[in-house]
């Protein structure tokens, strides 16, 4: 089969990137030939199709354009006409049998659905955020979970500056989710997935229509991690890692850190704008020197595991609904119990405190406690990270996965060409 992935970005960039090429690998080890439609990076990996990529909206620092330039932008992310003209040269060269598109908004924009209808190629579409159901990708606004978008209710956004504390932004946002409401774009997509049952729940609440299939994120070399899941705790301590950023919810964990009376220290592994906030935090909370900061910068992927592996609990703190994380799917890869909050798709994945602890969203003083019971239980910590284990090992196999996906591209086909 040959099958084109899309996406904004061709280079390791999040969960929903790294969900791309762990596909396009599982895919490839199957004998399907893989073609690559994305925007034009410097970081970008080497794809032998990246004469047809598009330039890349740089939203981070609108200053450095002219007037002309901006309203350019603004149009683009609208609706890109340069993406239909290098998809439809790309198509021309490669004829795929499916298309399966990942992260298209702002850069690519959604006109890469009507291109691919243009030419009846079938259409699978993997939600990774929320973006189809609210301009604001997260639904997360100002340190908490903003969901006044519900049933098109587009508007709410300006009025609040859900995206960016912004009301032009977020005024933008507006503008393409009543357009492509409007134009119908999303109604050509042939089938949907998402990684959570969570997320299928909560865009049905948010008024989307149509049928949400489960798909998994993959996760590569499972069996390899697996077998190296047993740990000694010899090192004890808490671990967190990811982006410090607001909606990861960093600063409520220092909080109930400090709060939870135990011994063992607290591993921060991340990079992001909060780090010397979250460092002076530390200092105000008096747990500065138990508090570790580490950047991902450098560190080889054989020592992150290490870390993971070392851990008495992976810590998820997040204040944001998030899907299907990666960061939960890989330590409980490892036989690691997680700790994560009582909302969104981590819940789902630790089985509601069955193959991990659960704390309420926001609650540091709830936070602090499940710290400490992790800290003095660790049959329980072993019988729940060995649940976790197991689980991943049921339902993230690549057999398992690329069997999922093969029968939903099958499902997209029209009927007379099953």
């Known amino acids: 089969m040959k099958v084109l992935m899309i996406n904004n970005n061709h280079f390791l960039k999040g969960g929903a990137t790294r969900a791309y090429f762990d596909m396009i690998s599982i895919l490839e080890r199957n004998g399907h030939e893989i073609a690559h439609f994305s925007t034009i990076g410097k970081d970008n990996v080497f794809s032998p199709w990246e004469r047809f990529f598009v330039e890349y909206n740089d939203l981070s620092d609108s200053s450095k354009y002219s007037f002309f330039r901006k309203i350019s932008v603004v149009f683009r992310i609208w609706y890109n006409f340069e993406t239909r003209k290098k998809l439809r040269a790309l198509l021309a060269e490669f004829k795929p049998d499916v298309a399966h598109l ?124 697996a077998e190296s899941a047993e ?111 009582n909302k969104g798709g981590a819940k789902e994945m630790v089985g509601n405190g069955s193959r991990g602890f659960i704390f309420e969203q926001g609650n540091i003083y709830d936070l602090a406690k499940t710290m400490k019971y992790i800290a003095f239980n660790s049959d329980e910590r072993t019988k729940r990270g060995r649940a976790a284990k197991n689980y991943v090992e049921k339902h993230y196999g690549q057999d398992i996965f690329y069997s999922s996906l093969i029968s939903l591209y099958q499902k997209a086909q029209p009927i007379n060409s099953k």
């Open 231 to 341: 740990t000694d705790n010899k090192e004890k301590y808490f671990l967190f890692y990811g982006q410090l950023t607001q909606e990861k919810g960093i600063d409520d964990l220092i909080k109930a850190y400090a709060r939870c009376g135990v011994k063992e220290k607290l591993f921060v592994l991340g990079d992001g704008p909060l780090r010397r906030s979250m460092e002076k935090l530390a200092r105000e909370e008096g747990v500065a020197e138990k508090v570790c900061f580490i950047s991902f910068k450098g560190v080889p992927n054989k020592q992150i595991i290490n870390l993971q592996k070392r851990a008495l609990c992976i810590i998820s703190p997040s204040r944001c609904y998030e899907n299907a994380p990666y960061s939960v799917l890989e330590a409980m890869s490892l036989g690691k119990a997680v700790l994560c909050s």
């Open 102 to 225: 990942h992260n298209i908004y702002h850069h690519l924009s959604p006109s890469v659905i009507d291109e691919l209808k243009c030419h009846n190629i079938p259409i699978i579409m993997t939600l990774h955020d929320f973006k189809i159901v609210s301009p604001n990708y997260d639904l997360y606004c100002r340190g908490k979970v903003y969901d006044r978008c519900r049933q098109h209710r587009y508007y709410e956004c300006v009025i609040d500056k859900c995206v960016k504390d912004s009301y032009l932004k977020s005024f933008v946002c507006m503008i393409e989710a009543y357009l492509h409401q409007f134009l119908g774009t999303y109604d050509k997509v042939d089938v949907f997935t998402a990684p959570s049952i969570f997320y299928a729940n909560k865009a049905k609440e948010f008024g989307f229509k149509r049928k949400i299939h489960l798909l998994p994120n993959p996760l590569l070399n499972i069996s390899k991690s």
